[in-house]
């Protein structure tokens, strides 16, 4: 039969001259990084099959069949835990297979175009794990993939085009989730499928690299089976222990359900966002003026170099020697690198978990944060693993105790706007010295009333967000008092506004 099969199709030759294939310098778990990412996106294909039997993306629906899963569905809790915890998985060992390739110089001649495919594939898979943020549809999906998509929108040319892309309208709606369901199930999966195929291609053409060294390996080459397909099976079954253990010690969150109207959840994005996030927070810290553009630099214009910089590496780095000691400027700018990713992401933990405390969701106002939540329950998430996507600042104190707009202020606007009115440079305007909150009431009065969309221009700063209509969802009363505050908060200084302006609409 293996005859018959190998006349026609030529599968047994192939898998014979695979499997015999030598490894430069013997077998290493070094080289089993690829081999458990492989793994990893299996793991991420299968469960992902089994979720979307389930899954139906609309705001009316996402939420409702996501918790349908968690409760009702058989093991479907534990599936979707191994979803979410092996998408960390999946770009941790891509990372680590990538990182790995650059410090022993396997990137180099005539390997240059297996290194951009791998680059490209890092990509795509941050991709997949941004695009499935939304699709739970609860407030940290919400909130966090919010801001995503603002900081997309501020890219310069192509920024607009990209966030109506992303968007599908003007705001996140169920066109939204369909958009970002259809990348994360259908077009970075294909993508990520067809470009493995073409990684593994181009990989067997040139054959593994070996340790970085520049003569010919003195160990006697071994095998891939059975040497290296053993330690590649070990780091792979390793991998796969851990992420069951977490699924089942540490399952999947799920929030409150997505509400534009609520302002005082923390979101919390990824580990692997950490560091682009609370680079928000610092370029934030910077004076008004240079703001806008180094928040331009932080997330759109730094990444992009990072990027152009890995992919053309292989063409700039003429060093033919792969010994590291003879690498020092390459080496030494990766280290550089990854020590400030890992700084910014300890910033990151810290200053959500500092921004939880001041909203009192953990720690000993808790309990009382929880009663003031718009649906009553106490919002959760991962303790110290978010950014400050919210807006608000983390040192910042709200002001609670400065009257009844100072309490409607800190529950409903500080998480935009920022405990101190400061804003979010791109996203969300400044209140202090803002000459729309301090002029006329009957301008400031129908923006409160029935939200904004799209872009505004504020003290000759542009900022592009949604900012939800609080008509019906607080008193004529609670928006004069809240207008009032704001107009009177921070320096401002103006008129006070009353519950009579906000029913006339502020004619």
Not at 7 to 33: H, I, M, N
Request: charged share 10%; aromatic share 10%.
């Amino acid at each position: 039969m293996l005859t018959w099969l190998d006349q026609r199709t030529g599968l047994v030759t192939l898998t014979k001259d695979f499997l015999t294939e030598d490894v430069p310098g013997g077998a290493s778990y070094w080289y089993a990084f690829g081999s458990a990412t492989l793994f990893a996106m299996i793991l991420q294909i299968v469960t992902g099959i089994f979720l979307c039997f389930y899954y139906a993306p609309s705001t009316a629906t996402a939420y409702e069949s996501t918790k349908f899963i968690m409760d009702k569905v058989p093991a479907g809790h534990l599936v979707l835990s191994l979803h979410y915890w092996g998408a960390s998985a999946m770009i941790a060992f891509v990372a680590m297979h990538l990182l790995q390739v650059l410090l022993w110089g396997a990137y180099k001649k005539p390997r240059e175009l297996q290194w951009i495919v791998g680059v490209i594939l890092f990509i795509i898979t941050l991709v997949l794990g941004l695009t499935g943020y939304l699709l739970p549809w609860d407030l940290n999906a919400l909130l966090a993939s919010r801001v995503a998509i603002n900081v997309a929108g501020n890219a310069p040319i192509l920024g607009p085009a990209v966030q109506q892309f992303l968007q599908d309208g003007t705001g996140i709606t169920t066109l939204t989730i369909n958009r970002f369901f259809g990348i994360h199930v259908w077009l970075m999966p294909a993508m990520l499928v067809l470009l493995v195929a073409l990684h593994l291609m181009i990989f067997r053409w040139n054959g593994p690299a070996g340790p970085p060294i520049d003569e010919a390996p003195k160990l006697k080459p071994g095998r891939f089976w059975p040497d290296q397909m053993f330690m590649d099976t070990v780091l792979s079954f390793a991998m796969f222990v851990i992420v069951v253990a977490l699924a089942v010690w540490a399952p999947v969150p799920l929030d409150d359900k997505a509400d534009l109207n609520n302002s005082q959840f923390v979101p919390y994005p990824a580990w692997y966002f950490l560091a682009l996030y609370a680079l928000l927070d610092v370029v934030g810290a910077f004076p008004p003026a240079i703001v806008q553009v180094a928040t331009l630099f932080a997330t759109i214009v730094g990444p992009t170099l990072l990027i152009l910089v890995l992919i053309v590496l292989p063409f700039v780095d003429r060093n033919p020697s792969r010994r590291l000691s003879r690498r020092p400027w390459v080496l030494g700018i990766t280290a550089l690198v990854m020590a400030g990713a890992i700084g910014l992401s300890w910033v990151g933990q810290r200053n959500v978990y500092e921004q939880q405390l001041a909203h009192g969701i953990i720690g000993p106002n808790a309990t009382a944060a929880a009663a003031t939540n718009s649906s009553g329950a106490l919002q959760t998430g991962p303790q110290g693993t978010a950014g400050s996507a919210s807006g608000s600042t983390a040192s910042g104190t709200t002001p609670a105790t400065a009257g009844p707009g100072a309490a409607v202020y800190s529950q409903s606007c500080a998480g935009c706007h920022g405990a101190t009115g400061t804003g979010v440079a791109g996203q969300f305007p400044p209140l202090a010295g803002n000459p729309v909150v301090v002029g006329d009431p009957s301008k400031v009065i129908p923006i409160v009333l029935n939200g904004l969309n799209g872009s505004i221009t504020v003290k000759g700063q542009t900022y592009n967000n949604t900012m939800p209509p609080w008509k019906g969802t607080l008193s004529n009363k609670q928006i004069a008092d809240v207008i009032t505050y704001i107009r009177n908060a921070w320096g401002n200084k103006a008129s006070t506004v009353t519950a009579a302006q906000v029913a006339a609409g502020g004619k």
